[in-house]
């Protein structure tokens, strides 16, 4: 099956640095890759659609200068937390979406813990 | 805007037990329906799908319809077995397409041996 992994798998970092995170689609080319934030015991919340060679689009009431999302590859899309807070603290998923035949499934990395202290 | 709401809640269930799910979804037109399965320390992976109503969707031993009456899409498996133990997720895709998701919270199934 399709393979999307992230890196790093948690970070530690201090209150006012930047954390990137990457999304890889391994065996695949993923023109659109989305970005979730998932809280404890709560649902994925999708942050934004990163396109390949574009701008991403962002949902309602997530900040795009907070949350820098480059999809510079096929392969590749990096989240990028600026300025990160304790608030920013949670569990970031991407997944990349992969055409087959006339459908498309999405397929999901194992996610990045971040804490911020 | 779409949402999705799972029952509350963790499931804790005998092996050869009957599961249900419940998933019921608000939704703007006729959205896509979908679960997901979260296996520990694994991403999440498309476990079926149905794309209108009445359709079933089926996988591993999985089903589940599309009720556009009850708005719901709950899903079942007549005998489980430790290694279905995992998080469940049901997703509805949003307007715009574009293939965007929406999730509900999840819920928490371990299969006793």
């Known amino acids: 099956g399709a393979v999307v992994s992230q890196h790093p798998s948690r970070v530690i970092c201090k209150s006012g640095t930047s954390v990137k995170i990457e999304c890889r689609s391994l065996?695949?080319?993923?023109?659109?890759m989305f970005w979730y934030r998932q809280f404890p015991k709560q649902s994925l919340m999708l942050m934004a659609t990163s396109n390949e060679g574009s701008k991403a689009t962002y949902e309602q009431g997530v900040e795009k200068d907070k949350f820098l999302i480059n999809h510079a590859s096929l392969t590749l899309s990096t989240l990028t937390v600026t300025s990160a807070h304790p608030e920013d603290s949670s569990f970031y998923i991407c997944?990349?979406?992969?055409?087959?035949?006339?459908?498309?499934?999405?397929?999901f990395g194992p996610g990045t813990r971040l804490t911020v202290l | 805007g779409n949402s999705v709401t799972q029952m509350e809640g963790p499931v804790t269930l005998s092996e050869e037990a009957f599961l249900t799910i419940n998933c019921t979804y608000t939704a703007t037109g006729y959205p896509s329906l979908f679960w997901y399965v979260q296996y520990p320390g694994e991403g999440l992976q498309l476990l079926l799908k149905?794309?209108?109503?009445?359709d079933k969707g089926s996988n591993k031993g999985f089903e589940a319809t599309y009720r556009k009456e009850t708005t719901s899409f709950h899903l079942e498996k007549g005998s489980v077995q430790v290694s279905d133990s995992a998080v469940y997720f049901c997703?509805?895709?949003?307007?715009?397409?574009?293939?965007?998701?929406?999730f509900g919270k999840g819920n928490q199934v371990v299969v006793i041996p």
């Open positions: 997703a509805s895709s949003l307007p715009k397409g574009n293939n965007r998701l929406a």
């Open positions: 149905a794309t209108k109503a009445d």
């Open positions: 997944s990349a979406r992969r055409r087959v035949g006339s459908g498309d499934t999405q397929y």
């Open positions: 065996d695949f080319q993923a023109t659109t």
